[in-house]
Every structure is written in structure tokens, then in C-alpha cells.
């Protein structure tokens, strides 16, 4: 083959690749959340709240669809969401997954951030709420991506007592040690 072929294959192979790549990759948004266990209002349902911090980069117009499966989450309620998002429920419906859209009325850049809640009746008594799976839309509603929530790590869960460090503890042991010493009858 001569050097004009494979120029002529590499042309064609370029142009190729062209129009079956895929579009430019879009970064996901981070979302986390805080599950919290309400005060049950109806007997026998199971209240819960998830409190998310959606993280950037999100573009003017774009969504993320936060799923709330059928079998775990029912009646989700009490949707808000602070500046610049929008939130939608749309509740499960004859077996199909209910989902939370967050919709950004002005662009997040990386590092910016904004809150949205949503209240719901959990399903399965013997186990707590824990992640979800969330999908991120373009301005013209194409999935551009699927991520799933992550929970906030709790600094300090109720009921824990902060330890000391191994320094404050060392220092006292030698304080103790030196005060005894100085005490000790001749």
C-alpha cells in the first residue's frame, strides 16, 4: 500500500470515528444526603426525610432525576429546593419508580452548591434509606450521565464522647508521674 493510500484510509477512518463519536463528556454533579427518620404521621407508615447537598458542575437547564424505587419508597411529599434549583416529584405509578428532578435555573460551576429535600414513606421496615441512583440530563432532556447519592459521614453520631488525643494523654500520664514522684515521702 502506498503512502497515498493510507493517507486515504486514515482520512476515512477519522471521518469514521467522527460521526459515531460520542458527545463531548459532561462531569457529573455529587450528590449527597442526610437520611432522617420523621415522626410518624399516619399508623403503620414510616416517615423519612432525605436532606441532599447537590454539588457543581450543573449547566443552565440541566436536571438530575433521583429515583425513588417502587418496592422501597412510597408518597414522596414536601419537595423544595434552594436557589438556583427547581424540584419536581413525580410519584411511583403502577410499579414504575417515582423520581425527584432538580432542574438548575442558572449554571453551577465546580465547587458551588445547593440544597433540596424530600419527604417519603419507607417501605422496608428492617433496614434504614440508603443510597440512590440519579441520572444527569441536558438542557435537552439526553441523559448524560448516571451516578448514584452518596450519605453524609456524621462527624459525630449521637451518643459518641470525643477521645482524647494520644499527645493530651501522654502529657497527662507524665504530669501524674512527675506529681507523684514529688510527693513521695523520704
Given at each position: 500500500m502506498n503512502s497515498k493510500s493510507r493517507?486515504?484510509?486514515?482520512?476515512?477512518?477519522?471521518?469514521?470515528?467522527?460521526?459515531?463519536?460520542?458527545?463531548?463528556?459532561?462531569?457529573?454533579?455529587?450528590?449527597?444526603?442526610?437520611?432522617?427518620?420523621?415522626?410518624?404521621?399516619?399508623?403503620?407508615?414510616?416517615?423519612?426525610?432525605?436532606?441532599?447537598?447537590?454539588?457543581?458542575?450543573?449547566?443552565?437547564?440541566?436536571?438530575?432525576?433521583?429515583?425513588?424505587?417502587?418496592?422501597?419508597?412510597?408518597e414522596l411529599s414536601g419537595e423544595t429546593a434552594g436557589s438556583p434549583l427547581t424540584a419536581l416529584t413525580t410519584p411511583s405509578f403502577m410499579g414504575s419508580?417515582?423520581?425527584?428532578?432538580?432542574?438548575?435555573?442558572?449554571?453551577?460551576?465546580?465547587?458551588?452548591?445547593?440544597?433540596?429535600?424530600?419527604?417519603?414513606?419507607?417501605?422496608?421496615?428492617?433496614?434504614?434509606?440508603?443510597?440512590?441512583?440519579?441520572e444527569h440530563l441536558d438542557e435537552n432532556f439526553n441523559v448524560v450521565g448516571n451516578g448514584a447519592t452518596s450519605a453524609v459521614a456524621d462527624p459525630d453520631p449521637p451518643g459518641t464522647v470525643p477521645e482524647p488525643s494520644s499527645a493530651l494523654l501522654v502529657l497527662s500520664g507524665l504530669l501524674l508521674a512527675g506529681g507523684l514522684r514529688a510527693r513521695k515521702p523520704v
Amino acid at each position: 500500500m502506498n503512502s497515498k493510500s493510507r493517507l486515504l484510509c486514515a482520512g476515512r477512518a477519522l471521518l469514521v470515528s467522527a460521526l459515531f463519536a460520542t458527545p463531548a463528556a459532561f462531569a457529573l454533579p455529587v450528590i449527597t444526603y442526610t437520611a432522617t427518620n420523621l415522626a410518624d404521621l399516619v399508623v403503620g407508615e414510616d416517615l423519612w426525610r432525605y436532606d441532599y447537598v447537590i454539588g457543581g458542575p450543573l449547566g443552565t437547564f440541566e436536571s438530575v432525576n433521583i429515583f425513588f424505587d417502587a418496592t422501597s419508597y412510597g408518597e414522596l411529599s414536601g419537595e423544595t429546593a434552594g436557589s438556583p434549583l427547581t424540584a419536581l416529584t413525580t410519584p411511583s405509578f403502577m410499579g414504575s419508580d417515582g423520581y425527584l428532578t432538580l432542574t438548575a435555573d442558572t449554571a453551577m460551576a465546580a465547587g458551588d452548591s445547593a440544597v433540596a429535600s424530600v419527604d417519603f414513606v419507607w417501605l422496608l421496615p428492617t433496614r434504614a434509606p440508603g443510597a440512590q441512583s440519579f441520572e444527569h440530563l441536558d438542557e435537552n432532556f439526553n441523559v448524560v450521565g448516571n451516578g448514584a447519592t452518596s450519605a453524609v459521614a456524621d462527624p459525630d453520631p449521637p451518643g459518641t464522647v470525643p477521645e482524647p488525643s494520644s499527645a493530651l494523654l501522654v502529657l497527662s500520664g507524665l504530669l501524674l508521674a512527675g506529681g507523684l514522684r514529688a510527693r513521695k515521702p523520704v
